[in-house]
């Protein structure tokens, strides 16, 4: 099951003024609180984080946010974040801050139809995630074969994905966090 988290509306509430800009540590840091009471309440395992109705993310927001809620979840492998709506300048703080802190998520920008990962992975696990998110639910086999690669090649780079939650693993194949 998937949790929808409209960040505008916590942004509201956390502020409470009609404000759409994500900005300053301290709105990021409040964000993120109601954000994890959020996720503490339910029992849904991917919490889609929808920027839709945010104007501006900066590089402190996208920290606060983004990167600590990864870092806090960390100790639960069987949650999952996606992102969703992402503008272009937003997906660019995050991939910023994220590839700095080696961490990697999921999301969809705006005007995309299929996910891609932000943050850092390899180029194969970016080849891998590409397949799963087109294809759906695949072996190591299937993605070896899409690929044109050895199945050890795309078992390596699934394993690495699953390890960051950007896939589930379950019934010996790999997982879309999202499935249309």
Same mark, same amino acid.
């Given at each position: ?111 995309? &139809? !299929?996910?891609?990962? /932000?943050?850092?992975?390899? $180029?194969? %696990? =970016? *080849? @891998?995630?590409?397949?799963? +998110?087109? #294809? ?5 086999? &299937? !993605?070896?074969?899409? /690929?044109?690669?050895?199945? $050890?090649? %795309? =078992? *390596? @780079?699934?394993?690495?994905? +699953?390890? #960051? ?16």
């Amino acid at each position: 099951m998937i949790q929808t988290i409209r960040l505008g509306h916590l942004l509201r509430e956390a502020v409470t003024t009609p404000y759409r800009n994500l900005v300053t540590r301290p709105t990021g840091a409040a964000v993120r609180g109601r954000i994890e009471r959020a996720l503490a309440e339910s029992g849904c395992r991917t919490a889609l984080l929808d920027f839709s109705d945010v104007d501006l993310l900066d590089l402190s927001c996208a920290d606060e946010i983004v990167a600590k809620l990864l870092l806090l979840s960390a100790p639960r492998p069987d949650r999952y974040v996606v992102l969703w709506g992402l503008r272009d300048d937003q997906v660019e703080a995050i991939d910023h801050v994220l590839g700095r802190q080696q961490l990697a998520v999921a999301a969809l920008a705006a005007e995309a &139809a !299929v996910l891609d990962v /932000l943050g850092a992975v390899d $180029g194969d %696990a =970016r *080849a @891998a995630f590409g397949c799963v +998110a087109e #294809r759906g639910p695949v072996s190591a086999g &299937a !993605v070896a074969e899409g /690929l044109a690669w050895a199945e $050890g090649r %795309a =078992r *390596a @780079a699934l394993d690495m994905l +699953a390890a #960051r939650r950007l896939v589930r693993v379950a019934g010996g194949a790999f997982h879309p966090l999202l499935v249309a």
